[in-house]
């Protein structure tokens, strides 16, 4: 900023700028309200349906988060520029009166050009005249570059705040200049320590390099300024060198406790760059990608790019786009090195020097780049369903894989998707956690990114009232995974950590289930709505699905928790509104609601009769032993429900909404968080240590529960509802002992036998 510019400056243009953003936050504050509490308060509770019911509503929801964060881009603007004018000002008050302190020494200051000149006056020199110049004209040179500083960096903070994103608005809150500024110089300091050479690199500057990325991660402009300052190659060969024990034996040495935090720190911050929509940043992801399949790290020696980076992708929201190019191309690499799928790359198994371990989770070693890929999947639901959508291998590329397709016993040649090869074929390399155990993490971070795929929400999180309903792909690939568990439901049991993701899964599939159970196709869309697009789930394929997930204590819990949750709020809805599912005038409307209660406690049984002999033939081949972990995990079910947390689970039809309105978040005060709160009445009853089903007394037991509880939920709603009717009460337990009869039959009819009383001799 030259001397004239400050000197002169009116701020006025730069007032009136601070004064309209002040009054547009304002204007934007009342529009975000607007869309929070009407536009998308509206949609919430609308009774959408078919394309309107995903689509429509999820735009709508995004929508209506673009106002907010239009509401916060603009604060931090206003902010910034607020700051910036304050200092700017500051700096000419300081520039006009070092001006006046000279003239008291007979100095004039005199502009020239884009410069300016002290000189003493010459009626009036003095012995300190040469020393008084030389300090004037530092001093107000010192002014001119404070305020060259304030202004460049100021114009550099709005453009980069400005162009993270391509369209809509972002959500990064700056209070000032100073913060925005000091993310900025923060990442290049922080760079500059990562691209030293590793050996070179010391405790104390290690230590200040997670410190710093751990404080910077969510920091937008500071995530995408750290990403460039690396470089895309920079990054990886950061992460294969330092991880290298040889190259860095003092930091592997001192501080190995912590670079999980520092690979975590690394992961959120690269997360959030990836989520910047400028050039800079898509050439980076381009890039990255590009690098995939190249060997990284010191002079090219080290493990594969793909390697790296899937390590360093097991925290935070990757950007959507950039994981769909990552995944197209790791699939393709996988395919080009493991002779389509015929075997898994040699590169990726690990050695049995495990070094260098590229993850320091201690979970395994990160060498296959499907396992850290599978993570991020898991916290990015759209890019997840679309990555297992897509296509692994056609049925005209060379490959070996076969499916009797039409079933007359002869297999045949058939194109796969990444779904079916992964969880199907794909032969997940052998590895080793810290300890030296057979490591689970692929198969199981796989099972997440299903998860994720097909609820539409992270991995281990609840559903709130925020996710849309399922869509067409999302319904689709439930369908298929639960058919895939039904032809071979070894694919499962064999791995049983990953039921856990099943259940919930199917929890949040409730109604789709319960239509997949209810013979008959009558109104079944009133009798069990669906907000969106409902999987298509038959009897069979069902049945084994439940009952190998219910083998597990969480997947059981999870089930038996959504099923709860879900008939007894359906049964609350239909109490309030008895002619919502059949209105038949030539019969009283008490008996509709008789039969559309009826329903629902008969497929209330059939669930529970399926997952409890699931759990029966688990804990006869246990000798009883596994009682304790499902009775654990049903007490912490217990206590969620006592705690009045709504799960969320089963995607509850509200009561005020209207059917196929999808309500998810807190129970408390509803009749199914009373039913949640007492789960565990009867469960207890199964403790033992020894075999205790053969004779079916405990399977009888689950069924007393059954019964008590449907029972009850019926009761509950009723009254909710302000619709008691003792007679329906008193009906349903007989329609909860007909489903569970039928769940036996289905076992039976499905399963060979598996998990009936007095027929568990071995598991086939």
């Known amino acids: 900023m030259d001397f004239e510019a400050l000197h002169s400056a009116n701020f006025k243009l730069l007032d009136d700028t601070v004064t309209d953003w002040t009054s547009m936050i304002t204007k934007l504050k009342e529009l975000e309200k607007d869309a929070r509490e009407g536009l998308r308060g509206k949609a919430i509770k609308a009774n959408w349906a078919g394309y309107n019911a995903t689509v429509s509503r999820e735009f709508i929801g995004k929508t209506a988060g673009e106002f907010a964060d239009a509401h916060t881009q603009a604060t931090s603007i206003r902010d910034i520029m607020t700051d910036t004018r304050d200092e700017l000002k500051t700096q000419q008050r300081l520039l006009k009166e070092a001006i006046e302190r000279g003239r008291g020494k007979h100095l004039t200051v005199t502009a020239k050009g884009d410069a300016f000149t002290v000189e003493e006056n010459p009626d009036s020199k003095s012995s300190t005249g040469e020393k008084d110049v030389v300090e004037l004209r530092n001093e107000l040179q010192g002014i001119l ?390 999987a298509s789930l038959q009897e069979n394929d069902l049945t084994r699905f439940m009952y190998t997930v219910g083998r597990n204590p969480e997947g059981y819990a999870a089930i038996s928790l959504g099923q709860h949750s879900y008939s007894t709020s359906l049964m609350e809805y239909h109490f309030r509104h008895p002619d919502a599912y059949v209105a038949d005038p030539s019969f009283p409307e008490n008996e509709s609601l008789k039969k559309g209660i009826g329903d629902i406690a008969k497929v209330a049984g059939e669930i529970q009769g399926t997952i409890g002999a699931g759990r029966a033939y688990e804990g006869e081949l246990d000798g009883g032993a596994k009682d304790e972990e499902y009775n654990a995990v049903i007490e912490g079910v217990s206590t969620w429900g006592g705690a009045a947390v709504g799960m969320g689970i089963g995607m509850a039809t509200s009561p005020t909404a209207g059917p196929g309105a999808a309500i998810v978040g807190d129970l408390a005060g509803t009749a199914a968080g009373e039913i949640i709160s007492s789960l565990t009445e009867g469960a207890m009853k199964d403790s033992s240590g020894e075999v205790i089903y053969r004779n079916g007394q405990e399977l009888d037991g689950t069924k007393e529960s059954t019964y008590t509880l449907v029972e009850k939920a019926a009761q509950k709603a009723a009254e909710r509802a302000g619709n008691p009717s003792p007679h329906i009460v008193s009906f349903v337990a007989t329609e909860a002992e007909a489903g569970f009869n039928n769940a036996k039959t289905n076992v039976g009819d499905y399963l060979q036998g598996e998990g009936l009383p007095k027929q568990l001799d071995k598991e086939d």
């Open 145 to 534: 570059n404070k305020a060259t500083e304030i202004d460049s960096t100021a114009a550099t903070s709005l453009k980069a705040l400005v162009d993270l994103t391509d369209y809509g608005f972002s959500g990064q809150v700056y209070k000032d200049r100073d913060s925005a500024v000091a993310a900025l110089k923060e990442a290049e300091r922080l760079a500059a320590l990562a691209k030293k050479k590793p050996e070179d690199l010391s405790v104390k500057e290690f230590d200040a390099l997670n410190a710093g990325l751990k404080k910077y991660a969510n920091d937008a402009l500071f995530a995408e300024h750290f990403a460039l300052e690396m470089g895309a190659r920079g990054t990886l060969d950061f992460w294969a060198d330092i991880s290298e024990p040889r190259l860095t034996p003092e930091l592997n040495r001192e501080r190995e406790d912590q670079f999980a935090e520092l690979q975590k720190n690394l992961s959120l911050t690269l997360a959030n760059a990836s989520q910047s929509d400028t050039a800079n940043m898509a050439d980076w992801k381009r890039q990255v990608v590009d690098l995939g399949d190249k060997w990284v790290g010191r002079n090219g020696g080290g493990p594969m790019g793909f390697q790296v980076m899937s390590n360093l992708m097991r925290w935070g929201d990757y950007d959507d786009g950039f994981l769909k190019s990552y995944g197209s191309a790791l699939i393709a690499t996988e395919k080009k090195l493991g002779d389509n799928g015929d075997e898994v790359p040699g590169a990726w198994n690990a050695p049995t020097f495990m070094e260098p371990d590229m993850n320091r989770t201690g979970s395994d070693s990160g060498y296959d780049p499907m396992t850290g890929f599978m993570k991020a999947l898991s916290n990015s639901p759209d890019a997840a369903t679309e990555f297992f959508d897509d296509t692994f291998v056609t049925k005209d590329e060379d490959h070996d894989f076969e499916r009797d397709t039409d079933g007359n016993g002869k297999k045949g040649k058939v194109g796969l998707s990444n779904f079916q090869y992964l969880f199907e074929e794909r032969d997940w390399p052998h590895d080793a956690d810290a300890k030296g155990n057979d490591s689970v993490t692929g198969r199981n971070n796989m099972a997440l990114a299903l998860e994720a795929a097909v609820t539409g929400h992270p991995a281990g999180e609840m559903p709130t009232a925020d996710t849309p309903p399922h869509n067409a792909e999302q319904a689709k690939l439930m369908k298929n995974i639960v058919e895939s568990i039904s032809e071979d439901p070894g694919r499962l049991s064999k791995y049983g950590y990953m039921s856990d993701s099943m259940g919930q899964m199917a929890a949040e599939y409730m109604p789709d289930i319960h239509r997949g159970l209810h013979p008959g196709t009558y109104h079944e869309a009133q009798l069990f709505p669906v907000a969106g697009h409902a």
